[in-house]
Every structure is written in C-alpha cells, then in structure tokens.
C-alpha cells in the first residue's frame, strides 16, 4: 500500500489551476490507487491530486459504498443549495460552513479511462465540489459563511447517490 504526502497550507501547490489529463497511463492508474489508499490512511471522503502535489485534474471520492475516481470532471449542472460544515485533509484541524449546491451532476472518466456521469446530493455533491475546487487552486476557506454559533447543519435523509451512468455502453 503506497501512501503519498498529503501537502499542507500554505503549499503554493494548493493554490494552482491542475492541468487535464490527456492520457490514462499506468502512472496515473497508480496515482489513483494511492491517493485512494492515502485518502483512506488520512481519513478523508475525498483526495484530489493537488493535495499530493500533483497537478493533474483527478479526484477521488470514498463514501461508504460509493468509491470513484474523477478524472477531468466537468460540472454538467447544479440545483438548490444549503449549508453546511467542511474540512480538509489539507488544513488539519479546521473546520467551517460553507453554502453548496444541493444537486450536483457531473461528467468525468474513471481510472480505467471510462466516461461517465454521475447525479450526487447533498454529501456526495459537496463532496465533490469541494474536491473539484483543489482543481482550480480554490480552498473550502476562501468560501467561509457567517452563521450564528449555534449553526445546525440540516439532518440529509435522502439518498446520496441518484444516478451513475456509462453513456458510452462501457
């Protein structure tokens, strides 16, 4: 099990727009496999390769059942939107509410060079925007909301997962 370095603010990493993937090579298959076993190590729901100086367009996503690898994500569309609280694995120990989308939907390839596209609420959304924004060098920190003290984020008691789809047959 490869582990890589999760970098820290104030890496100037963190703060960079992350080019396209124009290949999937075996490289980058393996980059995929270890930042999901870091991502696991670190405890995170969430790892995009930025966050291990990479400045590639990938991400990965753990959440119970739901384990995926975004490659070269685009935001086809989203709906709604609440409030609730983030952290990151690279800015340990903080924490703050930030106002997502509720409904996300969106278009990546997999690891094994896949199309697919995926419609996420709630958790799985604001997992995934938060680690598409590592991709253009934008931090859960610079989306901060003021709330009162007693902020209560609202119960999710909907399904995560609406839809995963492989419109190329695959």
Known sequence: MALREVRHVPDSVLRKVAKPVTEMTPRLKTLIKDMYNTMDYEDGIGLAAPQVGILKRIFT????DIRLA????????TEGEYLDVEGCLSIPGENGV???????????????????????KYLLARCILHELDHLNGVLFTDKLEEVEEDFEPEEQVEDLLIS???PDGE
């Not at 975004?70 to 569309?77: C, G, S, Y």
């Open 98 to 120: 930030v106002k997502r989308p509720t409904y996300v939907k969106v278009k990546a390839m997999n690891e094994e060079g896949k199309n697919f596209i995926i419609e996420a």
């Open 70 to 77: 975004f490659v070269n994500p685009e935001v086809l569309e």
């Open 61 to 64: 996503v753990g959440i119970g």
């Open 164 to 166: 995963l789809t492989y």
